[in-house]
């Protein structure tokens, strides 16, 4: 499996940013897609989730409201749609793919993009 994020870059705060992430070298459609983040000097952390079946989603709290996850299997893409950005989003995302029930997971990794928000 391979995973390229793309998207990020420097927004004042308010503002907003979409994240892709596209997925190949499996069935994109079997697997629960998720997005992490770390910031400066943090340990990587959960954002957003989504099913593979059911495409049921899952937030951090620090982001409800503000973040939305959706996927598009036709073009085995995930998004997240970033809105009402904060200085305190700031950090690398990374999109992972995971199989099993924990939202809290990543089997597999891409690389990560860099968000920026300025105050």
């Known amino acids: 499996v391979q995973l390229q994020a793309c998207g990020g870059g420097l927004v004042q705060a308010g503002g907003s940013l979409r994240l892709s992430c596209v997925f190949s070298g499996r069935t994109f459609g079997s697997y629960n897609m998720g997005w992490f983040r770390q910031a400066p000097g943090k340990e990587r952390a959960f954002v957003a989730h989504i099913r593979w079946n059911t495409d049921s989603t899952y937030y951090a709290d620090s982001v409800k409201g503000r973040f939305t996850i959706s996927r598009d299997n036709a073009k085995n893409t995930v998004y997240l749609q970033m809105d009402s950005l904060k200085p305190e989003d700031t950090a690398v995302y990374y999109c992972?793919?995971?199989?099993?029930?924990?939202?809290?997971?990543?089997?597999?990794w891409g690389k990560g993009t860099l968000v920026t928000v300025s105050s």
């Open positions: 992972a793919a995971s199989i099993g029930y924990s939202t809290n997971r990543g089997d597999y």
